[in-house]
């Protein structure tokens, strides 16, 4: 049979495909842009056909509503990353919550976890009959490869990316051929204090860096300011809008990296339209999965590996808090630590960490001299290198306590730069001024 014919062979409903997922059956969720929508709708939809379906997702940007009260014992919601859709549901304990390093969750499923169904989106077969996974390489093609069954969304809407970023059709059970836009994020305007932030970091960055930029507003800022900088590099988890216009100004050019010269290590892609036209059949955007992404024994292989990433708040230590506030749940460790420790382990290497000096409106400092009670921390004093805000740069990796907590006073917001110097006099038995 040619490839084509069993192609056909395999064309089938949402309805139908959902429909060999029985109770008891592992399904994980391809990753955000990744996520089949028709299929996971289907799957919710034929609830009453199922009991303890638990369903895996990492970061997702559907619904969520598997731990709803008419889900309940049809559905057991698994989730490792959490959002504004689900975040409520693990609070009150609906949904259960896994923390994981990035790079190590395609080992921990094949090893430990086991699931066994995987629902993804896909690229139109090219003419030997392969798909791409698209913008959603990560953790999601090599859960698929040890799935019992992959059922696929094929949607003309997922670009046909480059890499280590294909299947082919044999290895797909039911393929469901349906042409949905992708989920776009809503584009984050770049206010005074992430243009001071990112300002701040784009000092720190050198002619011939490789650089990570993590999830939110402060990495679209930091990209904004380095449009005078040359022979930059890409080795990130994720990539969105701001690299396109730094590519096409060859700006970014990955002509210094060590590893995987003049290729963009990248992946996953979350963005809008724009980003995911520019990745589609772009040679020099290298998708790869995240357990060699993320892997910091890959990442510390470039020099000069700069790691920037976000965080909710700090302590006088360098204890940094990223994905917790109190006992709840805000998001997930995702690959920070990976690319904090790879950084820091790169030649010419360095790890920042960035956040507005302050939260709620201004109403809380985010450095403080104890994480809140119940929070988890997320990067260790140990791993801490650079702290940013909008007032400065804190060098901590290697620093003493009463170094750190002065850096860090010295980049906090003015109204509560008071209280915090107290509490170093109280500490440390010395007045700050010395
Ligand atoms: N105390 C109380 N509330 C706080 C707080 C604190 N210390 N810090 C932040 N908040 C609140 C903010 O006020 C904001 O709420 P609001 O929108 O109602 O004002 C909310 O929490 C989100 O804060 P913000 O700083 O805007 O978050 P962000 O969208 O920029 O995301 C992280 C920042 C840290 C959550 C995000 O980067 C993350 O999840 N990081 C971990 C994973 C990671 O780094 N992955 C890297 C590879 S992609």
Request: with cysteine.
């Amino acid at each position: 049979m040619s490839w084509q014919d069993e192609y056909k062979s395999k064309i089938t409903t949402p309805n139908e495909a959902v429909s060999h997922i029985k109770s008891g059956d592992k399904v994980v969720l391809a990753l955000a842009t990744g996520e089949p929508f028709p299929i996971i709708e289907a799957l919710i939809n034929h609830r009453d056909n199922y009991s303890d379906v638990e369903v895996i997702s990492m970061l997702s940007m559907g619904k969520s509503d598997w731990a709803n009260p008419e889900n309940k014992g049809h559905f057991y919601y698994n989730c490792f990353f959490a959002t504004g859709a689900n975040r409520a549901a693990i609070a009150r304990g609906e949904a259960d919550f896994t923390t994981i390093y990035f790079f190590e969750v395609p080992k921990y499923f094949e090893e430990e976890l086991h699931p066994n169904v995987m629902l993804v989106q896909l690229s139109p077969p090219d003419s030997n009959g392969y798909c791409s996974f698209g913008t959603a390489v990560d953790f999601t093609k090599p859960t698929a490869e040890n799935a019992d069954i992959i059922i696929a969304q094929i949607n003309k809407n997922m670009p046909r990316t480059m890499g280590d970023s294909f299947i082919h059709i044999s290895k797909l059970d039911y393929i469901c051929e349906i042409d949905t836009p992708l989920p776009e994020l809503p584009d984050v305007p770049i206010g005074d204090t992430e243009k001071a932030i990112g300002q701040n970091i784009a000092s720190l960055i050198k002619d011939g860096d490789t650089l990570q930029l993590g999830i939110g507003a402060i990495p679209n800022a930091v990209l904004s300011c380095l449009h005078d900088k040359k022979n930059l590099g890409i080795h990130s988890e994720m990539i969105s809008d701001g690299v396109v216009d730094l590519i096409n100004e060859g700006v970014i050019n990955n002509s210094k990296k060590s590893i995987n010269k003049n290729k963009s290590v990248v992946g996953f892609v979350m963005g809008s339209k724009k980003v995911y036209d520019f990745v589609n059949d772009n040679p020099t955007i290298e998708m790869r999965s995240i357990d060699y992404v993320n892997n910091p024994a890959v990442i510390m292989q470039n020099d000069n590996m700069v790691a920037i990433n976000s965080c909710l708040q700090v302590d006088l230590l360098g204890q940094v808090v990223s994905d917790s506030i109190g006992l709840n749940q805000f998001s997930g460790i995702g690959g920070q630590v990976d690319f904090v420790r790879g950084a820091n382990m790169s030649k010419g290497g360095r790890a920042i960490m960035a956040m507005p000096s302050t939260a709620q409106k201004g109403t809380v400092s985010r450095i403080v001299p104890f994480i809140n009670e119940g929070s988890a921390v997320s990067t260790t004093r140990n791993d801490v290198d650079y702290i940013v805000t909008e007032y400065g740069i804190a060098k901590l990796h290697g620093k003493t306590f009463r170094q750190r907590a002065r850096a860090l006073i010295e980049i906090s917001h003015p109204d509560f730069k008071p209280a915090l110097i107290s509490e170093y006099e109280r500490r440390f038995n010395e007045p700050f001024a010395v």
